[in-house]
C-alpha cells in the first residue's frame, strides 16, 4: 500500500484549484478560519444589536470617516437604491446618521453615531485582544513574519493601511 503526501490528496479533491499556488491558498485557507473564529467571538458580543452586514458599515465609516451614501455604497460593494433601505434600518437603530451634504443638498452624507461607534470600538477591543493572545504564542522572528505576510495580503486585497484611514481622529 502506497500513502500519498497530504498535498497530493488534497490537490486531487474537486475543489482543489489547478495550477501553482495551491499550498499557498491552502494555508492561507487554514489562516483564516483561525482568524474567522476570532471575528466570530468579537462579534457574538454585539451579535443582539447588529448584523455582519451592519458591522461592515460600521468598519467602513470608523475608517473612513463620514461618506456620501453612494461612495458608502460603492466601498460596500451594493446597489445605491437597495442600501439606502438598508441604511434606513441602521439609521432606526441608531447605529449611523444621515445629513444633507453642505456642499450639495442632494447628496446624503452619513456618518457613525456614539452607539455606532461604541459597538466598532467593543468589538475591535475584543478582536485586539484576542489577537494579541494568539500572537504572544508566537516567537518575535515568527510575528515578524506573519506581520509582513498580513501586510502584503492586505496590500493585494487594497484593504488600506490602519494610519492611512486616520480620517478626522478616528
Do not use: C, H, W
Amino acid at each position: 500500500m502506497t500513502l500519498s503526501s497530504p498535498g497530493a490528496a488534497a490537490a486531487s479533491r474537486p475543489d482543489a484549484p489547478v495550477g501553482p499556488g495551491y499550498e499557498v491558498v491552502d494555508k492561507s485557507l487554514t489562516a483564516s478560519r483561525a482568524l474567522l473564529g476570532v471575528i466570530a467571538r468579537s462579534l457574538a458580543l454585539v451579535m443582539d444589536a447588529v448584523t455582519l452586514p451592519q458591522f461592515r458599515v460600521l468598519v467602513v465609516l470608523s475608517n473612513f470617516g463620514p461618506l456620501r451614501m453612494g461612495e458608502l455604497a460603492l466601498r460596500l460593494g451594493a446597489n445605491q437604491s437597495s442600501f439606502s433601505r438598508f441604511a434606513d434600518r441602521m439609521v432606526a437603530g441608531g447605529l449611523i446618521a444621515r445629513s444633507e451634504s453642505t456642499e450639495n443638498r442632494r447628496e446624503v452624507i452619513i456618518s457613525l453615531t456614539i452607539e455606532g461607534s461604541r459597538i466598532y470600538a467593543e468589538v475591535t477591543r475584543a478582536r485586539r485582544q484576542e489577537i494579541s493572545e494568539v500572537l504572544s504564542r508566537l516567537s518575535g522572528s515568527e510575528q515578524e513574519t506573519v506581520l509582513a505576510g498580513f501586510e502584503a495580503f492586505a496590500r493585494a486585497a487594497g484593504e488600506p493601511r490602519a494610519d492611512e484611514t486616520l480620517i478626522l481622529g478616528i
